[in-house]
């Protein structure tokens, strides 16, 4: 965008985030155009003024908020055309630090700094030197999309999220490509709610690997146990063939505990690493 671009991009945010909202499980809580409630009892306080409803913000009070606490923030000034949009459609919904790690993750090689959500020196250093900016949208909507998945209130607020995040790759893309066709954001049920890091879903504990390892590591030296017992009475044939059956079964099934604890770990470890890496707390 030009240097307009605060102005385009936010009216095309205010149009996502619709009015009043206060849907029971979105985690922003109560809602107006975007602005929590307690993002507004923030800037009410920071102004000395007495804390009320969100209901009873004015635009010029919406406005400051989204040029200090989303657009400054990823310094949506020194920002391409369609970048800015991008992150800071993706910073309202998520929050700058998540927005902005979506672009680190999307530059690749290029960037070689920390994945921390900071607009530093790196990351522009890494974006002037990044040519095609219509794919860095593409990449950039792709780790948001990832990021969207891995919430727990993907099943109740996804479809809108996913038709949200299509429409700002859409328009943002459109700005790289200096398109004269006019792709007008559009209020989408439901894809205001807010997608916050909070909210994520927890990865499986390994914890019940390690006991059913550790239980069939256990059954199997009890049946050792109990075949040194059998060798001492042999000579008694009916004792000798049930403590024979009661090895037969502890090694089978301290075996099977024990491969199902190897694999249980494999898949607790394998869900840990994509949810890590869906949010953004690991490196490419």
């Known amino acids: 965008m030009t240097a307009s671009g605060f102005k385009a991009a936010l009216a095309r945010v205010l149009v996502h985030e619709g009015g009043f909202v206060d849907h029971?499980?979105?985690p922003g809580g109560a809602t107006n155009q975007?602005?929590?409630?307690?993002?507004?009892?923030a800037y009410r306080r920071s102004k000395k003024q007495r804390t009320r409803s969100v209901k009873a913000m004015v635009a010029a009070e919406r406005d400051a908020i989204y040029k200090r606490q989303y657009w400054d923030a990823i310094k949506g000034d020194k920002l391409p055309?369609?970048?800015d949009y991008v992150l800071m459609d993706g910073a309202v919904h998520s929050g700058p630090k998540q927005s902005i790690k979506w672009l680190q993750r999307g530059l690749g090689a290029a960037y070689?700094?920390?994945i921390d959500g900071v607009m530093g020196i790196a990351t522009f250093a890494a974006l002037d030197a990044t040519a095609n900016h219509a794919a860095l949208i593409d990449r950039i909507c792709d780790r948001r999309m990832a990021f969207l998945r891995a919430l727990k209130t993907w099943s109740t607020f996804g479809r809108g999220w996913e038709k949200r995040v299509a429409s700002v790759r859409a328009m943002a893309k459109a700005?790289?490509?200096?398109q004269t066709i006019d792709l007008k954001a559009v209020e989408i049920p439901n894809a205001n709610a807010k997608a916050l890091i909070e909210d994520a879903r927890r990865a499986p504990s390994r914890a019940p690997a390690d006991a059913a390892t550790g239980g069939g590591v256990g059954a199997g030296g009890i049946a050792g146990t109990l075949?040194?017992?059998q060798e001492q009475l042999t000579p008694f044939r009916v004792a000798g063939d049930w403590i024979t059956n009661l090895v037969v079964a502890l090694a089978v099934g301290g075996a099977l505990?024990?491969?199902g604890g190897i694999a249980y770990r494999w898949y607790a470890k394998r869900q840990q690493t994509r949810l890590a890496d869906a949010l953004d707390e690991v490196p490419v």
């Open 24 to 26: 029971p499980r979105d």
């Open 175 to 178: 700005d790289v490509e200096r």
């Open 112 to 114: 070689q700094g920390q």
């Open 257 to 259: 505990l024990a491969a």
């Open 227 to 229: 075949q040194g017992l």
């Open 81 to 83: 055309a369609g970048i």
């Open 34 to 41: 975007g602005v929590t409630q307690r993002t507004y009892d």
